[in-house]
């Protein structure tokens, strides 16, 4: 079984950390190693069954870890509306925000509640409207924002012209066009802070290739058994040719706590950046443009229809 690498982290001690996606996967050992350095995590989750589990196993990494959990659904824009005005009740800036959670190749097109493809509406305009709602909480917190892409935002394209895969739909493409218009979004805030000085810095993070959820049966994605795919991947895993689920989350953790603010991406550093230890990576080329970030930016706020502004 391969070794996880070892991470040094600063202390969170009285920072607070949203973390999607944090009731399976990568996300738990990821939430558990922000509690570990001090940060107070709060665990937005669609299904609160995982995420009573979730902050059971996180409790057995980190004894007295503070963790707790918000309802959110984010193929819902209702739902994440309903978790920004919670939270910004709550009154409590924000230091740290891991846009995380996602799906993966439906076998047919589905669509959010709102008629989004369903990769597109959960993995990128999902969260768009996340840090539309939380911008104002995020700016009080000069917050990291940190979001989650995928080696597969190193091949194909965005589909401008129909960005909800309408016309036609093929599972793998559509998942790297929202992947890549997560990491064209995410860079987009970090010039934008910068320019209107929000003091948000964003980050960019891939797990590489591990044995998570995404490709195994998920009954909300349309799949009822595990993929071939995700059982080639356990196997890689175990003889140590691709990440583990702890090794995957590191990316991102370094990504949300490293002392360089903005506009960096964190991968694997193994062979084909597929597993090993988290180290800062090269953009992949079609995140690189920003002309491609302004329209994505653009297009995205459209579509959320929430203004992406602090003020």
Avoid at 183 to 201: C, P, Q
Avoid at 265 to 280: I, K, M, S, T, V
């Amino acid at each position: 079984m391969p070794r996880t690498p070892h991470l040094d982290l600063p202390d969170l001690t009285g920072r607070l950390a949203v973390v999607t996606g944090g009731s399976d996967g990568m996300g738990v050992p990821l939430a558990a190693r922000l509690a570990g350095a001090g940060a107070e995590v709060v665990l937005p989750v669609r299904n609160r069954a995982k995420g009573e589990r979730a902050l059971a196993a996180i409790a057995d990494r980190v004894p007295g870890a503070r963790v707790s959990l918000r309802d959110l659904d984010l193929s819902s824009l209702d739902s994440v509306a309903a978790l920004g005005a919670t939270l910004r009740e709550e009154g409590r800036p924000v230091h740290l925000l891991v846009n995380n959670a996602g799906v993966m190749t439906p076998p047919e097109r589905r669509t959010t509640a709102d008629g989004f493809e369903l990769q597109w509406g959960t993995n990128h305009l999902g969260h768009v409207a996340l840090v539309a709602h939380l911008l104002p909480l995020l700016a009080a917190g000069r917050a990291r924002v940190t979001s989650q892409t995928s080696i597969a935002a190193n091949r194909n394209t965005v589909s401008w012209d129909d960005p909800g895969w309408e016309r036609s739909y093929d599972g793998m493409r559509a998942y790297s066009h929202s992947k890549i218009a997560v990491g064209l979004f995410a860079l987009e805030l970090d010039r934008r802070s910068r320019a209107a000085g929000w003091g948000i810095s964003s980050n960019l993070a891939h797990p590489g290739v591990a044995p998570t959820s995404l490709l195994a049966a998920r009954p909300e994605v349309g799949r009822s058994r595990d993929t071939a795919g995700v059982r080639v991947i356990r196997l890689l895993s175990r003889v140590g040719l691709t990440g583990t689920v702890e090794s995957a989350a590191l990316p991102a953790v370094l990504a949300a706590t490293a002392p360089e603010a903005g506009g960096r991406f964190y991968g694997p550093r193994g062979p084909g950046h597929l597993g090993g230890g988290p180290a800062e990576q090269s953009l992949f080329d079609n995140l690189r443009s920003p002309e491609d970030g302004a329209r994505m930016w653009e297009l995205s706020e459209e579509l959320v229809g929430v203004p992406l502004t602090v003020g």
